[in-house]
């Protein structure tokens, strides 16, 4: 039931309650905990799409028939491809590469004027349906059938019948109580509502016949396409328009019966023993099977020049996505395993594999007597190649003779040695790296690899991170290796989880004695295992010890571990360095800023103003008597007594004569210093938006805060916390944040949660995305209402947001765009009329922008225009509830089996 028309109609958007996170305390971009007041929204749109309720399938005893289409799941800028794993297009957010639109955004835009262009969508639309079909280009009839591919009763036809018929359309529009047609001429054409009502109203003597349509419903000539309206046998009949606006196609009947005919002739019904068991359809590229039996279906994976299919490269890829949905892993490896033995299929077979290894390792990992069958078969296979072919056997080369129930098996010696002599000398070398593709991808998944990696001194860089610790309930997974390091060159990877340093066991160690343990070596010898699921269980685990300060609302559902910083193993200073910095810096323009005067300094906190990771390390400004000021790059690690080495390094002062101290400012003007002991370290979990620190001279007695440093802290304080935060900032961390979680997202996941919602575990990323949603509406509703004493204060907060939005606009992050102004238009916000009243009119319009791509008519055309030309300018993060909705809808709205 994953066809490629979208998601049916809906002419208001869906609405479900969310849960609003209450509590005391300031709202924190990035932190773990609420923010104030407690509020109850009764209706915010759109909100995450509803989970659909399933229906049982109906499934024919006889013949058990199972859906398959022609169309693919959507992919990652409103869809997943399927038959690959899910990766970000264009650039990487988490590695701090941004796209040029990103980095545009990035600049704070405080009073721009440009606006948001949301008006071309149905502009552009109209142009083509109203343009004669006989004028039309193949664009313009791709677009129309893309449009009418929302409507269920219509996207039931053939593909090829679809797409005759959108070629032939006449657009007309009508007003209330125009009429359409009556019996004279109803007949002669097929009739299609597309927006509006119509009634329909016939008489035959003294019986009198009234009815509405609506959109996506047909009447006339082959009115059984949808909510079919006979017409035939009436003395008389019309059709009135009985709304505002009331849009129409039709076609001419004979034109239509045309277009179904020929249409016919490009389907094909596969017939085995007597028995129905494929139905394909042609394409302009290709043919596919629409719908099949679970066994033709799966021999047509080894074998699709038995059905005609041969052309569709994308069926092996789509097969592998959606097959747990009507058979299960036993009976395609089982397939897999009989086809290995035919020399036509073992090729086919060898490909199949080494995709379903590759991208699917779950099924294996599920099931480790699979994985055993599988790797015994092609041991088998590559000894049988080596030793040369065999004499025929009597079970090899029987591609037929595979019956679906039975339990998977390797081929013996003799029959791999018989199918390999059956190859001839071409196919022969492509089975040599068949075979060595597939092995490769099973050791890559199950085989424990030792990766040995020197330095010269105990803190020089390996050239990757890991995670991990006994504190956490976990091994020690590696999350991040540097380009052209060391680790990489030597095949580590991110995904491996370290399973002993030198022969000491680590999988129970804390972080601090792992750390400890490798500072210890020189030469180490890692023995590690790929295990990325592991890693994405770990890094998704809501029982992790979290960092960050308490009493902030939880915007971040991975937060970051306290282990393993860049002390050892941070980028090599050649290495390329690619980070996002604040304020839209490059990661290059954040070196030059935190880069020492002196060379040569090999200490931990001066390699960390090169080795800068906005996702690991943060950035505290420290300052002087007299306001002056340096940013200096820290680690959870660092300390003080760190910091203080680095500023009288950079100011060439003596280091035992300074300490740091903390200066605060109270509501009240009152300050206070506190000198901090040297070994304190967590500095960046004492930044307040009242405090700051400073480097002080203990022997002289002088002032730190003057009184201009006072006033301005004073009314930061006053501002609060998330006033005093840059919006651009903000929008990028927001964005960088969202493109992480959405790029986790498998596309399994996706079948899983259609297939099996009630099993959670099985779409962990998913379901973490869609709470990042819920969580972003929710604290947009908290920070607006939580300065109950004054709406000047609550219209600078819509204000922010609003600017918050539309630089999340200009960096093709859709989704977080969508829940801000979801949060606006909550009823707790949008009944706010004195804050609302206070705001200034330039950022009235532009909400009203940002409002108007959420406009939910024509299927929320307008979003998906500015999502089809933010695809020309990757990456991107699209609105995700509806995408959600597009899937469900999908699936809900074609059968998956029938007889």
């Known amino acids: 039931a994953l ?106 835009d405080e009073d721009a004027e440009a606006g948001i262009d949301v008006g071309g969508a149905e502009d552009s639309v109209m142009s083509v349906w109203r343009t004669p079909p006989s004028s039309r280009t193949p664009d313009g009839v791709e677009r129309i059938f893309e449009e009418m591919e929302r409507f269920s ?125 494929a139905v394909t359809e042609r394409h302009a590229d290709a043919t596919v099977i629409i719908k099949g039996a679970p066994h033709a279906l799966t021999q047509a994976l080894f ?59 779950a099924d294996f990992a599920a099931s480790p007597a699979l994985a055993a069958t599988l790797r015994t078969a092609i041991d088998t296979l590559e000894a049988a190649r080596e030793r040369g072919a065999g004499d025929a056997c009597a079970d090899a080369g029987a591609a037929d003779g595979w019956i679906e129930q039975q339990p998977p098996r390797a081929p013996s010696m003799a029959e791999a040695r018989a199918a390999v002599g059956g190859l001839s000398d071409n196919d022969s070398a492509v089975l040599e790296n068949a075979v060595y593709t597939v092995h490769a991808a099973l050791l890559a998944h199950t085989k424990t690899r030792q990766v040995v990696l020197t330095r010269a001194a105990g803190e020089d860089s390996l050239g990757f991170k890991y995670r991990g610790g006994k504190e956490y309930g976990c091994g020690f997974f590696v999350t991040h290796v540097y380009d052209d390091s060391q680790a990489q060159r030597n095949g580590l990877r991110v995904g491996d989880e370290i399973l002993a340093v030198n022969g000491n066991d680590v999988t129970v160690m804390s972080s601090t004695n792992a750390d400890l343990l490798i500072m210890q070596y020189l030469t180490i010898e890692f023995d590690v295992r790929h295990n990325l699921s592991g890693l994405r269980l770990f890094e998704l685990n809501p029982h992790r010890r979290r960092s960050g300060s308490q009493g902030s609302l939880d915007l971040l559902p991975i937060p970051k571990s306290d282990s393993s910083e860049d002390l050892w ?199 973490c995305f869609t709470d990042r949603f819920n969580a972003e509406v929710a604290w947009v509703v908290d920070e607006v209402c939580a300065h109950t004493d004054s709406s000047k204060k609550r219209a600078d907060a819509i204000k922010k947001f609003i600017k918050i939005a539309r630089l999340c606009f200009q960096a093709n992050n859709f989704n977080t765009l969508f829940a801000i102004v979801s949060g606006l238009a909550a009823t707790p916000v949008s009944r706010l009329k004195q804050s609302w009243e206070r705001l200034p009119s330039k950022y009235t319009e532009y909400y009203a922008q940002l409002e108007s791509l959420m406009d939910p008519s024509r299927n929320m055309a307008k979003y998906r225009h500015a999502l089809e030309k933010a695809s020309a300018n990757p990456p991107l993060i699209p609105f995700f509830p509806l995408l959600m909705k597009d899937l469900s809808f999908l699936h809900e709205g074609n059968d998956s089996k029938s007889e």
């Open 569 to 767: 193993t941070s980028q090599d200073e050649d290495a390329p360095r690619k980070r996002l910095g604040s304020r839209g810096l490059s990661r290059m323009s954040l070196n030059r800023m935190f880069k020492p005067k002196r060379s040569g300094d090999e200490l931990p906190i001066f390699r960390l103003q090169y080795d800068f990771d906005s996702t690991e390390h943060a950035v505290l400004r420290v300052f002087r008597p007299g306001d002056s000021s340096k940013l200096v790059a820290v680690s959870r690690k660092s300390s003080v007594q760190d910091v203080i080495i680095f500023m009288t390094t950079h100011y060439n002062l003596s280091a035992p004569e300074y300490s740091i101290c903390l200066v605060s400012v109270d509501g009240n003007g009152v300050v206070k210093q506190t000198m901090l002991p040297e070994s304190l370290t967590n500095l960046h979990s004492r930044v307040r938006v009242n405090a700051r620190f400073y480097l002080k001279c203990n022997q002289k007695m002088e002032v730190l805060l003057s009184d201009d440093g006072k006033h301005e802290v004073m009314a930061k304080y006053a501002r609060g916390f998330f006033f005093s935060l840059e919006a651009s900032a903000v929008a990028r961390e927001l964005t960088v944040t969202n493109h992480d979680l959405y790029g986790r997202i498998t596309p399994l996941e996706y079948i899983n949660f259609l297939w099996n919602p009630e099993v959670h575990d099985e779409y962990i990323n998913l379901q």
């Open 153 to 277: 009763s219509f996207a039931s036809k053939p593909e090829s019948v679809r797409r005759r018929v959108c070629a032939l359309m006449e657009f007309r529009a009508y007003t209330r109580g125009d009429v359409l047609c009556t019996r004279t001429d109803l007949l002669d054409y097929w009739w299609f509502v597309l927006a509006g009502t119509v009634q329909f109203a016939a008489s035959s003597g003294d019986c009198t016949t009234n009815s509405t349509l609506g959109e996506g419903e047909a009447f006339g000539h082959g009115a059984d396409v949808g909510s079919a309206t006979a017409a035939a046998g009436v003395a008389s009949a019309s059709v009135t328009a009985t709304a505002d606006s009331c849009h129409v196609v039709r076609v001419p009947a004979a034109d239509f019966a045309r277009s179904e005919a020929e249409g016919e002739r490009d389907i094909a019904r596969i017939m085995e023993e007597g028995a129905l068991v």
């Open 3 to 108: 066809g490629s028309n979208r998601a049916l109609h809906d002419q208001t958007s869906d609405t479900a309650g969310i849960t609003w996170r209450g509590g005391d305390g300031d709202t924190t971009v990035g932190g773990d905990a609420p923010a104030a007041g407690l509020v109850n929204a009764s209706k915010a749109e759109p909100q995450p799409a509803p989970r659909m309720r399933r229906r049982s399938a109906s499934t024919s005893a006889a013949s058990g028939m199972s859906h398959t289409s022609p169309g693919r799941l959507p992919t990652r800028s409103g869809s997943v491809s399927p038959g690959r794993p899910a990766s970000r297009s264009g650039s990487n957010f988490s590695d701090g590469q941004c796209s040029p639109t990103l980095a545009r955004a990035m600049v704070d």
């Open 303 to 361: 074998t699709p020049q038995r059905y005609g299919t041969g052309d569709d490269t994308d069926y092996a890829g789509v097969f592998l996505l959606v097959f747990r949905t009507f058979t299960s892993a036993a009976c395609v490896l089982s397939a897999l395993l009989h086809h290995l033995r035919s020399p036509p299929a073992i090729l086919a077979a060898l490909g199949v594999a080494a995709a379903w290894v590759e991208h699917f390792y």
